[in-house]
């Protein structure tokens, strides 16, 4: 089973320019997940989708960040403008999708490290 | 607020040794609990997960983790560290969302076993 893919594993930018990130889900996993992990800390969630429907986007800057899964398969997360604090790795993950409360783990990509000069 | 508490930064155990690595959490109702490792320049890795019954959980390669309600506590252990156990350990909690559940991550502990 292919997992999670992300490009570009790697990023650098400067700051005030625009970056995009890619996903590939597992298959079949409705429940697709962004997460930020700065440096010495534990990912933090920016946007959730279910299907192509966003579930969560408490945490995202939506002044700055903004994300798409137009056919409910793979994603897009961008910046623009990018500051300094933007700095970080972008996680992907994806589950099967919550159902009646049953629990499904998530399964992670390797992740973009972004670095804005 | 619901949330996750890894109270040590780094372990550092010697090789052979049992390890443990600590988790509490903070959340309303029973809780979701899991493990994931992460490698230099990878993505998060499931290790094990709690959900209910037996409060001794075993998962991947050998490692075991035990709930603890009256301590909301959830400590990742193994009997016998390897060095290629060294990484980035974190606990996580699957909390209730609006309209679903999302995942809440601890800081993080960097575990290493010396040789």
């Known amino acids: 089973e292919a997992g999670v893919a992300q490009s570009p594993r790697y990023k650098i930018i400067e700051k005030r320019q625009s970056v995009a990130f890619w996903c590939n889900p597992i298959?079949?996993?409705?429940?697709l997940y962004w997460y930020q992990q700065i440096l010495g800390q534990g990912p933090k969630l920016l946007i959730q989708f279910q299907n192509n429907g966003v579930v969560d986007d408490s945490q995202l800057p939506k002044d700055r960040f903004s994300a798409e899964r137009l056919k409910g398969v793979d994603s897009t997360l961008k910046i623009q403008p990018a500051k300094l604090e933007d700095s970080a790795v972008y996680l992907c993950?994806?589950?099967?999708?919550?159902?009646?409360?049953?629990?499904?783990?998530?399964?992670f990509g390797p992740g973009t490290r972004l670095t804005v000069l | 607020a619901q949330s996750v508490a890894q109270p040590e930064d780094q372990v550092n155990v010697a090789e052979g040794n049992p390890l443990t690595v600590k988790c509490t959490y903070s959340?309303?109702?029973?809780?979701?609990l899991f493990w994931y490792v992460q490698y230099p320049n990878r993505g998060l890795q499931f290790l094990l997960k709690y959900i209910t019954g037996d409060n001794l959980v075993k998962g991947s390669y050998g490692f075991e983790a035990e709930f603890n309600k009256s301590q909301t506590s959830f400590h990742l252990k193994k009997p016998s560290a390897l060095v290629s156990d060294s990484a980035l350990y974190f606990c996580a909690v699957r909390v209730r969302g609006s309209g679903t559940y999302k995942y809440i991550f601890g800081t993080g502990t960097r575990l290493k076993v010396l040789a």
């Open positions: 959340v309303s109702g029973n809780p979701y």
């Open positions: 993950a994806s589950s099967f999708g919550s159902d009646r409360g049953r629990y499904n783990e998530q399964f």
């Open positions: 298959s079949g996993h409705a429940t």
